[in-house]
């Protein structure tokens, strides 16, 4: 699932499948040629039919006439100490008398005609008649408060009387969405739209420069509008390389930062405050371990609080699993137990170069000699430091001795970084060479992982180790007498690499 949320006015989402229960709930002939006319005419939104997928467009001109209609009183200007009750605002709407034993029928033919608020009851009471209901329609559906022609055939068939009445309708701080409420707040002319991130039950912001001011009531604001969030915290510093965790301070509710978070249906425990977590990288995560087979080896060289590690123990992989910072360590020993893999995974907590060539040497120095080619196990390796993993791939450079009893046994490496250039694919595989000391041309992919920021792309740089890389084979004349070796320990020092 993913958890990127947004609010502002500059997009607008849809689930593209929303026309589709209420047409198949009706028989009649009019109300699916109303539905089909709103489904092609939603205002500002051009619905473009794809499986589980959601579409946004830019606003039209209808769309200022609904921020018009739909916008907190002008009194909340500037506010940055949130007042609910100044947010109450009466509007005249549309509504159609029913008799309360079809309103649920009325409901589901006018389902695009019926005015759609948070919170927002779309049936009151009619004053004059107990047995009669108001249902309220969207003034911008029905303009000049008279039903257009289909509206009108389906009432018909319904033996509802088409005539339209005017309505008081008072909104407040509740049927407002979160966008129209900041929209109202933040000073004409500056920009709304910013997004946050869900771990649990925290709301994770980047707030801009202009918002700060704001930002106690923009936290009160997203804690109000979104169910489960009882804490907000913005980012005050960029990430840490080292340890790859970020100031932050806490804007609105609890300060609890401890929570659980679940990805690929795996839950993880963790202290925001001092570890790195993503929930933009789930699909990532979940792209690696497909990857894998049961029997399989990795070895997680930044492995966090466990996304890769985890997943890969449940599918019967063998597991190192290392972090430099001890929050991070902790924590991944804490999930190991809580999902149960404890038994499955070595960790440690090393800086990642110490990593690869202590353990990690040691692991493939043990285990490579004694593959056989009809064995299926695969060795993988993963880098996931963005800011800083290619930097790691030199120590690659003769890491074992001897020679490869096998190409299909050399370990496969999956290597994130950033790239701000015109071809990332291109930057990221010539950085990659250049640390390695080979050309991997013909011999590697790149996945484009995410968009991090404007022009700065996340990457994902997977091949297979060449042999003349991984492996520094033994001067030919070792067998012979020290005083007869034409091969000296000078000599494989300067050896080089072929590019």
């Given at each position: 699932?993913?958890?990127l949320?947004?609010?502002?006015?500059?997009?607008?989402?849809?689930?593209?499948?929303?026309?589709?229960?209420?047409?198949?709930?009706?028989?009649?002939?009019?109300?699916?040629?109303?539905?089909?006319?709103?489904?092609?005419?939603?205002?500002?939104?051009?619905?473009?039919?794809?499986?589980?997928?959601?579409?946004?467009?830019?606003e039209?001109?209808?769309?200022?006439?609904?921020?018009?209609?739909?916008?907190?009183?002008?009194?909340?200007?500037?506010?940055?100490?949130?007042n609910?009750?100044?947010?109450?605002?009466?509007?005249?709407?549309?509504?159609?008398?029913?008799?309360?034993?079809?309103?649920?029928?009325?409901?589901?033919?006018?389902?695009?005609?019926?005015?759609?608020?948070p919170?927002?009851?779309r049936?009151v009471?009619?004053?004059?008649?107990?047995?009669?209901?108001?249902?309220?329609?969207d003034?911008?559906?029905?303009?000049?408060f008279?039903l257009?022609?289909?509206?009108?055939?389906?009432?018909?068939q319904?033996?509802?009387?088409p005539?339209?009445?005017?309505y008081?309708?008072?909104?407040?701080?509740?049927?407002?969405?979160s966008?129209?409420?900041?929209?109202?707040?933040?000073?004409?002319?500056q920009?709304?739209?910013?997004?946050?991130?869900?771990v649990?039950?925290?709301?994770?912001?980047?707030?801009?420069?202009?918002?700060?001011?704001?930002?106690?009531?923009?936290?009160q604001?997203i804690?109000?509008?979104?169910?489960?969030?009882?804490?907000?915290?913005?980012?005050t510093?960029?990430?840490?390389?080292?340890?790859?965790?970020?100031?932050?301070?806490v804007?609105a509710?609890?300060?609890n930062?401890?929570?659980?978070?679940?990805?690929?249906?795996?839950?993880?425990?963790?202290?925001?405050?001092?570890?790195?977590?993503n929930?933009?990288?789930?699909?990532?995560?979940?792209?690696?371990?497909?990857?894998l087979?049961?029997?399989?080896?990795?070895?997680?060289?930044f492995?966090?609080?466990?996304?890769?590690?985890?997943?890969?123990?449940?599918?019967?992989?063998?597991?190192?699993?290392?972090?430099?910072?001890?929050?991070?360590?902790?924590?991944?020993l804490?999930?190991?137990?809580?999902?149960?893999?404890?038994?499955?995974?070595?960790?440690?907590?090393?800086?990642?170069?110490?990593?690869?060539?202590?353990?990690v040497?040691?692991?493939l120095?043990?285990?490579?000699?004694?593959?056989?080619?009809?064995?299926?196990?695969?060795?993988?390796i993963?880098?996931n430091?963005?800011?800083?993993?290619?930097?790691?791939?030199?120590?690659?450079?003769?890491?074992?001795?001897?020679?490869?009893?096998?190409?299909?046994?050399?370990?496969?490496?999956?290597?994130?970084?950033?790239?701000?250039?015109?071809?990332?694919?291109?930057?990221?595989?010539?950085?990659?060479?250049?640390?390695?000391?080979?050309?991997?041309?013909?011999?590697?992919?790149?996945?484009?992982?995410?968009?991090?920021?404007?022009?700065?792309?996340?990457?994902?740089?997977?091949?297979?180790?060449?042999?003349?890389?991984?492996?520094?084979?033994?001067?030919?004349?070792?067998a012979?007498?020290?005083?007869?070796?034409?091969?000296?320990s000078?000599?494989?020092?300067?050896?080089?690499?072929?590019?």
């Amino acid at each position: 699932m993913r958890t990127l949320w947004r609010f502002g006015y500059s997009a607008r989402l849809l689930k593209t499948n929303h026309f589709r229960t209420a047409a198949s709930n009706t028989s009649f002939p009019a109300v699916r040629m109303l539905l089909a006319r709103y489904s092609g005419r939603i205002p500002g939104v051009f619905v473009v039919v794809k499986k589980n997928k959601f579409f946004t467009m830019p606003e039209t001109v209808e769309d200022k006439a609904n921020l018009e209609l739909y916008s907190p009183h002008p009194q909340v200007r500037g506010m940055t100490l949130l007042n609910r009750e100044a947010f109450k605002r009466t509007v005249v709407v549309p509504v159609l008398k029913v008799k309360k034993e079809i309103v649920n029928t009325l409901l589901k033919s006018l389902k695009h005609t019926v005015l759609q608020r948070p919170g927002l009851k779309r049936v009151v009471e009619d004053p004059e008649d107990e047995d009669s209901r108001l249902v309220i329609l969207d003034p911008h559906k029905i303009p000049e408060f008279s039903l257009g022609q289909l509206e009108q055939e389906v009432v018909k068939q319904l033996n509802v009387h088409p005539e339209v009445s005017k309505y008081n309708l008072e909104l407040t701080y509740e049927n407002f969405k979160s966008e129209e409420i900041l929209r109202a707040v933040l000073p004409e002319g500056q920009e709304v739209t910013s997004g946050f991130s869900r771990v649990g039950h925290i709301a994770h912001l980047n707030l801009r420069d202009h918002q700060l001011p704001y930002r106690h009531l923009i936290g009160q604001v997203i804690i109000d509008k979104n169910p489960g969030i009882t804490c907000v915290v913005n980012k005050t510093s960029i990430i840490d390389s080292t340890y790859r965790n970020f100031q932050m301070e806490v804007l609105a509710g609890e300060s609890n930062l401890v929570t659980k978070v679940k990805e690929n249906n795996i839950a993880y425990e963790l202290d925001f405050s001092k570890v790195y977590w993503n929930p933009r990288l789930s699909t990532e995560h979940g792209r690696i371990i497909e990857l894998l087979k049961p029997g399989d080896v990795l070895f997680d060289v930044f492995a966090g609080i466990g996304p890769f590690a985890i997943p890969a123990a449940k599918k019967k992989c063998h597991v190192f699993a290392n972090d430099l910072n001890p929050e991070s360590y902790n924590w991944l020993l804490h999930n190991c137990k809580l999902n149960k893999v404890d038994n499955k995974i070595k960790a440690f907590n090393m800086d990642g170069r110490d990593f690869l060539l202590g353990p990690v040497r040691e692991e493939l120095s043990k285990e490579l000699p004694l593959l056989k080619e009809e064995q299926k196990t695969s060795f993988h390796i993963v880098m996931n430091l963005p800011a800083l993993a290619i930097e790691f791939l030199d120590v690659f450079r003769h890491l074992l001795a001897g020679e490869p009893c096998s190409t299909a046994g050399l370990p496969t490496v999956h290597c994130y970084g950033f790239s701000k250039h015109d071809d990332p694919a291109k930057d990221i595989q010539e950085r990659a060479e250049a640390s390695l000391g080979t050309s991997l041309d013909g011999r590697c992919s790149t996945y484009l992982v995410r968009n991090v920021a404007p022009n700065k792309e996340m990457l994902c740089i997977s091949f297979r180790i060449p042999a003349d890389v991984l492996y520094k084979r033994p001067c030919p004349d070792e067998a012979k007498p020290a005083s007869k070796r034409l091969c000296t320990s000078k000599d494989l020092s300067e050896e080089k690499l072929p590019r």
